[in-house]
């Protein structure tokens, strides 16, 4: 016997469709919940223009870190995020390693006003960018592992040294998506990626 498409019967289906939309939007929602906290905070001087900043050394960053690569690995996705994202142009960083070496300054010597300057004029750039891995490692939730970065990033200005913008940010791995699903997380390297792309975005052009 032919079951026949009765306006009740598509009144139904339709009212079954729009359970399971409703349905899902309430697991979403709750899942998006239940994600960990990103932590993050910026610092911008005030009636600053940043648009005289051209060019960019990017130092070597402070390692906070047991991994004694994590300070070099996370310069170098800073200085290829600022360039893909066109924020600054950026001087190599063997040429700037070169010049440090040359000026004597060591990788733990403060750097006072006159030695930026100096510094500065010889590399041609307006402002440096200046970096400290706070943390970056692996931690467990249960038989779930995901990473975990935090990072400060600061702009100071070569002729002054006063800090233009600073961001010190976390982020983690942690997905209840992954969790459910028995996917992969995301490993440090592509967390780092995220997290210095994020915190660049937030300086004023």
Same mark, same amino acid.
């Given at each position: 016997?032919? &079951?026949?498409?009765?306006?009740?019967?598509?009144?139904?289906?339709?009212?079954?469709?729009?359970?399971?939309?409703?349905? +899902?939007?309430?697991?979403?929602?709750?899942?998006?919940?239940?994600? +960990?906290?990103?932590?993050?905070?910026?610092?911008?001087?005030?009636?600053?223009? &940043?648009?005289?900043?051209?060019?960019?050394?990017?130092?070597?960053?402070?390692?906070?870190?047991? @991994?004694?690569?994590?300070?070099?690995?996370?310069? @170098?996705?800073?200085?290829?995020? /600022?360039?893909?994202?066109?924020?600054?142009?950026?001087?190599?960083?063997?040429?700037?390693?070169?010049?440090?070496?040359?000026?004597?300054?060591?990788? !733990?010597?403060?750097?006072?006003?006159? /030695?930026?300057?100096?510094?500065?004029?010889?590399?041609?750039?307006?402002?440096?960018?200046?970096?400290?891995?706070?943390?970056?490692?692996?931690?467990?939730?249960?038989?779930?592992?995901?990473?975990?970065?935090?990072?400060?990033?600061?702009?100071?200005?070569?002729?002054?040294?006063?800090?233009?913008?600073?961001? *010190?940010?976390?982020?983690?791995?942690? *997905?209840?998506?992954?969790?459910?699903?028995? &996917? !992969?997380?995301? @490993?440090?390297?592509?967390?780092?990626?995220?997290?210095?792309? @994020?915190?660049?975005?937030? /300086?004023?052009?």
């Amino acid at each position: 016997m032919e &079951l026949k498409c009765t306006p009740q019967r598509k009144f139904l289906a339709y009212l079954g469709q729009v359970q399971f939309c409703a349905l +899902a939007a309430i697991i979403i929602l709750s899942l998006s919940g239940c994600a +960990a906290p990103q932590n993050e905070s910026t610092f911008v001087r005030q009636k600053t223009d &940043l648009r005289y900043v051209k060019k960019v050394a990017v130092l070597p960053f402070t390692n906070n870190t047991s @991994d004694k690569f994590a300070a070099q690995r996370i310069r @170098d996705i800073t200085t290829t995020q /600022i360039l893909s994202m066109g924020i600054f142009d950026v001087v190599d960083e063997g040429v700037v390693d070169s010049a440090l070496r040359e000026m004597a300054i060591g990788k !733990d010597k403060p750097m006072d006003t006159p /030695i930026l300057k100096r510094l500065g004029q010889r590399l041609g750039v307006q402002a440096f960018i200046d970096g400290t891995v706070n943390d970056i490692g692996t931690n467990k939730s249960g038989p779930f592992s995901y990473p975990e970065v935090s990072l400060t990033l600061k702009l100071v200005d070569s002729e002054s040294a006063e800090i233009l913008w600073q961001s *010190s940010a976390h982020r983690n791995g942690y *997905s209840v998506w992954e969790r459910l699903f028995d &996917l !992969d997380p995301q @490993d440090s390297f592509q967390l780092a990626l995220i997290l210095t792309r @994020d915190m660049l975005a937030t /300086i004023p052009k």
